[in-house]
């Protein structure tokens, strides 16, 4: 188990996004976190990521996995597109499955359909944890 520091990661090409990716992976992403900020050409989420690199821990009641609240910022935006989803059911609460590298895009796809094109060249992308992990017993799996 790692309790090293908050991720601080940037990703200027695909082989840094995979890296990004693995990190987000089952994710949760409130709608109403998920900002499109034109005038900076920038697109950020706040999201609630599961922490695949601490690993698992154990306690009396057995064992527990880690979450954190953390920001995806993406720099050079031109356009943002997205389906599967209503943008303006701000309650709903997106799974984040994988983030994709595009020819100058950023793709982000959600369980049920749901994804994000962000258009953006030339890529820049930041992840940053942010404010203390917190324990959950649920792991999240996959068929």
Known sequence: MSDGPPLRLVAVDPTDLSVI???LQDALVPVSDIAALPDEKRFAVALNRFMWERGESQDKDGPLYYRTHALLRIDN???IRSRGYDRDDRARILS???VRP???SVDLIFAEGAAIRILAAPLRATLVDM???WPTRWRPGHE
């Open 96 to 98: 984040l499955m994988s």
């Open 131 to 133: 404010g203390e992990p």
């Open 102 to 104: 595009g020819e100058d």
């Open 21 to 23: 990716a693995a990190c």
């Open 77 to 79: 935006v031109s356009a």
